[in-house]
């Protein structure tokens, strides 16, 4: 199983990016899906989750700025961001969790200039 992400980049302060991951190879559904954010020096955080149903979960940092969404035919995740901050500044990594375990994107960067 891969997941494949793409969509960063560099935007000034304000704007919006929108990031997708898509999960490819021989697997029987998805169960969570979600972003994870890793800024220079920090340890990686829980942007938000979004279970097979659609249910959500928001980091604080990023309520009402960022949506998650998900298309269970195409085994994909996305991260509509908007209104983006310099401290959203990190590598954001999908991950999605399988009866077996999870599986973790490549990362990709998305820098807010100020």
């Known amino acids: 199983v891969q997941l494949q992400a793409s969509g960063g980049g560099l935007v000034q302060a304000g704007g919006s990016l929108a990031l997708s991951c898509a999960a490819t190879?021989?697997?029987?559904?998805?169960?969570?899906m979600a972003w994870y954010r890793q800024a220079p020096g920090k340890q990686r955080e829980l942007v938000a989750r979004i279970t097979r149903l659609g249910g959500t979960v928001y980091a604080d940092s990023v309520k009402g700025r960022f949506t998650i969404s998900r298309d269970n035919v195409k085994d994909t995740v996305y991260l509509r961001m908007n209104s983006l901050k310099p401290e959203d500044t990190a590598v954001y990594y999908c991950?999605?969790?399988?009866?077996?375990?999870?599986?973790w994107g490549q990362g990709t960067l998305v820098t807010v200039s100020s």
């Open positions: 991950n999605a969790e399988f009866n077996w375990g999870q599986s």
């Open positions: 190879g021989s697997f029987f559904g998805i169960d969570d």
